[in-house]
């Protein structure tokens, strides 16, 4: 039941991604593999410490999400990739499982974590979507802490970007490079114990991105979707291929309507979704019993899931099954 009452029984659980077609076993040396293991999880901490005080699913995603932003390693806040004009144009959304509530925004350059713009969005306005400078001065009136652009500069995403202009490709962090990890989008799914679901992703987009071009992590329905009746969903992958299959919102329907599990829903919506139009990438979902499927169709996805004991389970590479 929707917003009852904590039971003993309710699981809680944190599931994240880092991004899917992850640095190539080849090319991953054991420093940076241990950099990237130190950062989920601490992800995965901070999202359990909530759950695990009492708090709120949408809470602990956004905590969760919030260290991923912070650190230069993934491709979102502060080590987003620049676009065609050598600026960071960032997209978050987030999503409440219980009341269907969202908030997104697209587009915004100067705030630090856009997954706390995204929540203020859904919490403090009439709107799911803001972009650009609007949502920058909705941000910035929520009191939100806005930065300059060296915040999020880092010499790695500047070198992609330069190779990435002298290819003249438009990339996803950053395809064509073996050493360097392509799609570094960021999110988070969450059961409470009162058995609501949350889910938000962040993302910095496409190396070498042009027009103000937004991809599938802000739309709801494509890379974020959260409803208790089915499931929370965060994905990650080439946005374009994920907003025309409506991924994240896909998973929920095969449950819906066709009575499929989470491993079922959140596999096909990948193989037969997403891949049949070209699309690379994988997800998170997860479901008021505590399953969790993480299916992905690239080399390897950073992923973890913390449960009520707090021990976190994390993986690189390795099969794209479930772990229930």
Known sequence: MAGGGAHPLNPIVVAIHGGAGTITRAAMTAEKEAAYRAVLAT??????????????????VLAAVRVMEDSPLFNAGRGA??????????DAAIMDGRTRAA???????????????????MRRSAHVLLAGAGAERFAQAQGLELVGPEYFYTAERWEQLERARAADVVAL???????????GTVGAVALDREGNLAAGTSTGGMTNKRW??????????AGTYADNATAAVSATGTGEHFIRAVAAYD????????????DEAAAAAVRDGVEPLGGRGGLVALDRRGNVALPFNSEGMY????????VPSIEIYGATGPRS
Do not use: C, Q, W
């Open 43 to 60: 992800s995965l901490a901070a999202g359990h410490a909530v759950l695990a005080a009492g708090g709120g699913a949408v809470d602990a």
């Open 251 to 262: 998973v929920a329907a095969r449950m819906k309507y066709a009575g499929a599990t989470l």
């Open 212 to 221: 103000g071009r937004v991809g599938d992590s802000p739309l709801v329905g």
């Open 81 to 90: 990739v620049f676009t065609a004009d050598g600026r960071n144009e960032l």
């Open 303 to 310: 992923r973890g899931v913390v449960r009520d004991d707090g």
């Open 103 to 121: 908030g997104a925004v697209a587009g915004v350059t100067r705030v630090r974590n856009p997954i706390l713009a995204a929540h203020a969005v």
């Open 173 to 183: 962090d950053h395809d064509g490079a073996a050493a360097e990890p392509r799609f």
